[in-house]
């Protein structure tokens, strides 16, 4: 039986570059993975994009999203080759939700992630804060380059609201991380009981794709398996 393609898809701030130690992790195990390079400027463009890569998968896919990516995968997955969902520290819009309306949700104690005013409808996050807030697990000089290496997030993409929620009918896996200080942890858990997901869990921060693809990439091939 021929194993499920795993298709990647990066949040916000950053590119599908950071999953490269997950993609080998995943390629060594025979896995074909696909990682979605995604322009961030708006969700149906993002979606647009991830079905495109959906398209030329021969047989299965595994739909795998980090952060914002958990609202692209919600939005694209009803693709009819998908047949799992796996979210890693990820947000899970339900139907006319979006990141925005999530976001408005979160527990004003928790940390709040260093998000500069916006420019010409992009956000960056504050370079200072940067390492603290979205990879306080990582070495200084990779924080340093994820922070200087950051990818506009459009604001359309944090507004887009999510039309037909896959995780309504496709399984879901989630990988709650503790420490994360971009989506509170609490928040994680809420999302992910809500959308029924099958719970894993691991200390780390919003980088846990880089810090600990180990960790990620089980959570993955356990729901490859399940599949």
Known sequence: MSKPTIVLVHGGFVDGGGWRKVYDELTRDGYPVRVVQNA??????????????????????????????GAVITEAGTHEKVTALVYITAFAPDKDESVNTLIAGFPQDAPQPPILPPINGYLFLDRAKFHDSFAADLLTPDATFLADSQVPWGLDALGGPITNPAWRTKPSWYLHVTDDKMIPPPAQLSMAERIGATLAQTPGSQAIYISQPTAVANLIRTAAEAT
């Open 40 to 69: 961030t400027k708006s969700l149906a463009d993002d979606a647009a994009t991830t079905r495109q890569i959906l398209d030329g998968v021969e047989g299965d896919a595994v739909l795998v999203g980090h952060s914002y990516g």
